[in-house]
């Protein structure tokens, strides 16, 4: 199984990812920087890849559930409640491509503050 290291601030999360599209398109793009945003308990970050929605594309996500917003080109990690969650779902701004899943536990993005660097890049 393909995986990456995203570095966010100080926290190190490892990516599995799922056989996708998006997942081929954001491995062939790696390595790469941005500056992460956050939104509610969501960290989220522009990436140099474009993909279609696919078939799977939601917006409510699973603790640990990686997602690429279409709109922005976005890798989204929703952690907890966002804006827009009803009750303690996890509720993305928009329905998202799931592309893989975090090795580690992702709430620890809690202390990850607007644009603090970010960095994927592929584990050999």
Known sequence: MRRLRMTIGKVVLHA?????????????????EARATTWGEEVYFAVPVRAAREAGARDVVEPGELAFRIEGSAIVIGYGRTPVSLGDEIRLAAAANIWGRAV???RRLGPVEPGEPVRVEPVE
């Open 104 to 106: 580690e536990d992702v």
């Open 16 to 32: 599995e990812l799922f056989d996708t599209p998006t997942a081929q398109a954001i491995w062939t793009a790696a390595p790469f």
